[in-house]
């Protein structure tokens, strides 16, 4: 059974409901017949006994009775005639009349059960039951009041086999008309469920060629629709493109990080050799150490940077939120680079007063310091750097402002790539990461980046923070 097609098994099932539901049906069936095909017999002996007191009539004497000159039947009682209509004796579907007297002494008529009904009284209008050789018979009774048959009585008998034949009839359409339905319904079933199921197939067959293939731009193409299964093929489909862009990023990550490792590597190396190719002076020596050095720094710096943003990118659930004091941490983290003054560069800010925020601590104190650090790194002799937190509406914004050397239209698309540097003014600074990081940092607080740049002038980068009283309230 666990290695059957799931179409095979949804027919399976679907046809043992069917069963059991079409003999449901069937005793269904049969018992309701035999309710109302007994219904009828009893309804039907009623009428007929009741039809039959019209047949019996009452005559002073014979001379009297017979004037009409019909075919009937003449019995004496009380004094008088009694003219029985000739129809009074035909057996009319399998109903049998007998008349008697008050004390059940047969007079006239026909009684298939005569002796068995002795001991059964007379009553008027109410139907009794007899069981004769285990076949049921069903008794009714009527007293005559018409003058002259006072004291006379009209029994009806009838079997309940009756039925019979027409339960029979019943039984065998619906033997013959069930399995047919039954045919019908899973053949039906079992073709729908192959059509419904094909997209699965499908989205099978095209997990499988990407299994084999490695080819994660293919798409699953079962056409239009709004069911569960286009559902699950465009869940797929979405998954497919989003592992090929994490596979895409992953493989320029990693070449991109081979590229930028390669070079302190390689001044390593060099330094290296050159050290060991024979005895040196200890300047050369001290003057080595030194280039090995700051290249292993540099190194360092990268390598964790990567680090950083791989987590940012892969895990940023595991940094969490609560609300904070931005002027606060604004502030803390300005009045600390301020004493950096790279350049004769003065950093001045101003932070608002206890600008509330749902945020992570860490995140935000890096992504300013990496805002700050660039400002100071492209910034001009003597320049100025301002730093400008403040609440406009349904928004916080935060600014960072230099008037360095800027960045040019053609670079600015571009800032927030990984190890991504514009022209060589801009070159051989830093890492590559750290605008890559802001822009992942304020995607994590759902905030959005913008910049305003003019060569020769500087650069603006605000920070949008959409501020809400549910993020406020976390």
């Given at each position: 059974?666990?290695?059957?097609?799931i179409r095979?098994k949804?027919?399976?099932?679907?046809?043992?409901?069917?069963?059991?539901?079409?003999?449901?049906?069937y005793?269904a069936?049969?018992s309701?017949?035999?309710?109302v095909?007994q219904?009828t017999?009893r309804?039907?002996?009623?009428e007929?006994?009741?039809?039959?007191?019209?047949e019996?009539?009452y005559?002073?004497?014979i001379?009297?009775?017979?004037?009409?000159?019909?075919?009937?039947?003449?019995?004496?009682?009380?004094?008088?005639?009694l003219?029985?209509?000739?129809?009074f004796?035909?057996?009319?579907?399998?109903?049998?009349t007998a008349?008697?007297?008050s004390?059940?002494?047969f007079?006239?008529?026909e009684?298939?059960?005569a002796?068995?009904?002795?001991?059964?009284?007379l009553?008027?209008?109410?139907?009794?039951?007899v069981?004769?050789?285990?076949?049921l018979?069903y008794?009714?009774?009527?007293?005559?009041?018409?003058?002259?048959?006072?004291?006379?009585?009209l029994r009806?008998?009838?079997?309940?086999?009756?039925?019979?034949?027409?339960?029979?009839?019943?039984?065998?359409?619906?033997?013959?008309?069930?399995p047919i339905?039954?045919?019908?319904?899973?053949?039906?079933?079992?073709?729908?469920?192959?059509?419904?199921?094909?997209?699965?197939?499908e989205?099978?067959?095209a997990?499988?060629?990407i299994?084999?293939?490695?080819?994660?731009k293919?798409?699953?193409?079962?056409?239009?629709?709004?069911?569960?299964?286009?559902?699950?093929a465009?869940?797929?489909?979405?998954?497919?493109?989003?592992?090929?862009?994490?596979?895409?990023?992953?493989?320029?990550?990693t070449s991109d990080?081979?590229?930028?490792?390669?070079?302190?590597?390689?001044v390593?190396?060099a330094?290296?050799?050159?050290?060991?190719?024979?005895?040196?002076?200890?300047?050369?020596?001290?003057?080595?150490?030194?280039?090995?050095?700051?290249?292993?720094k540099?190194?360092?710096?990268?390598?964790?940077?990567?680090l950083?943003y791989t987590?940012?990118?892969?895990?940023?659930?595991?940094?969490?939120?609560?609300?904070?004091?931005?002027s606060?941490?604004?502030?803390?983290?300005?009045?600390?680079?301020?004493?950096?003054?790279?350049?004769?560069?003065?950093?001045?800010?101003?932070a608002?007063?206890?600008?509330?925020?749902?945020?992570?601590?860490?995140?935000?104190?890096?992504?300013?310091?990496?805002?700050?650090?660039?400002?100071?790194k492209?910034?001009?002799?003597?320049?100025h750097?301002?730093?400008?937190?403040?609440?406009k509406?349904?928004?916080?914004?935060?600014?960072?402002?230099?008037?360095g050397i800027?960045?040019?239209?053609?670079?600015?698309?571009?800032?927030?790539?990984?190890?991504?540097?514009?022209?060589n003014?801009?070159?051989?600074?830093?890492?590559?990461l750290?605008?890559?990081?802001?822009k992942q940092?304020?995607?994590?607080?759902?905030?959005d980046?913008?910049?305003?740049s003019?060569?020769?002038?500087?650069?603006?980068?605000t920070?949008?923070?959409a501020?809400?009283?549910?993020?406020?309230?976390?």
């Open positions: 059974m666990k290695n059957l097609p095979v949804i027919t399976i099932w679907f046809t043992a409901a069917l069963v059991v539901i079409i003999s449901i049906t005793l069936i049969l309701v017949s035999r309710q095909i219904k017999i309804d039907s002996l009623i007929a006994v009741s039809h039959n007191i019209d019996i009539e005559y002073k004497s001379e009297e009775a017979n004037n009409n000159g019909d075919l009937d039947y003449y019995v004496s009682y009380n004094g008088g005639i003219e029985i209509d000739d129809d004796l035909d057996e009319v579907n399998g109903i049998f008349l008697y007297d004390n059940i002494n007079y006239y008529g009684n298939p059960i002796k068995e009904t002795m001991s059964y009284p009553s008027d209008s109410v139907i009794q039951t069981s004769v050789n285990s076949t018979y008794i009714f009774d009527k007293a005559l009041t018409q003058p002259g048959l006072e004291g006379l009585w009806g008998i009838v079997s309940e086999k009756q039925g019979e034949g027409e339960i029979s009839s019943i039984s065998r359409f619906s033997l013959i008309a069930l339905l039954l045919v019908l319904s899973v053949t039906g079933g079992y073709l729908i469920a192959k059509k419904m199921l094909r997209p699965i197939q989205i099978s067959e997990a499988s060629h299994e084999k293939g490695g080819d994660l293919k798409r699953i193409e079962i056409g239009n629709g709004k069911d569960e299964l286009h559902q699950l465009n869940s797929f489909n979405e998954m497919f493109k989003r592992l090929d862009e994490s596979f895409e990023t992953e493989r320029r990550f990080a081979s590229h930028e490792l390669r070079t302190p590597m390689a390593i190396m330094q290296c050799e050159f050290i060991l190719e024979k005895d040196r002076s200890p300047e050369e020596y001290k003057k080595a150490l030194t280039v090995i050095n700051r290249q292993s540099r190194m360092t710096v990268l390598i964790n940077d990567m950083d987590r940012m990118e892969m895990k940023a659930d595991s940094y969490e939120r609560q609300p904070l004091d931005l606060q941490l604004v502030r803390s983290v300005c009045d600390d680079m301020a004493l950096i003054r790279d350049k004769g560069i003065i950093l001045s800010y101003d608002g007063d206890s600008i509330q925020y749902c945020a992570n601590r860490y995140l935000l104190t890096r992504m300013l310091g990496n805002l700050i650090s660039n400002a100071y492209y910034g001009k002799e003597n320049g750097i301002l730093v400008l937190l403040e609440r509406n349904d928004e916080i914004l935060l600014h960072v402002e230099d008037d800027g960045i040019s239209s053609e670079d600015l698309p571009h800032i927030f790539d990984r190890f991504y540097r514009a022209d003014s801009r070159s051989g600074k830093g890492t590559g750290g605008l890559s990081m802001v940092i304020a995607s994590f607080h759902g905030a980046i913008e910049v305003e003019t060569p020769g002038k500087g650069s603006r980068f920070i949008r923070f501020f809400t009283e549910e993020k406020d309230s976390r």
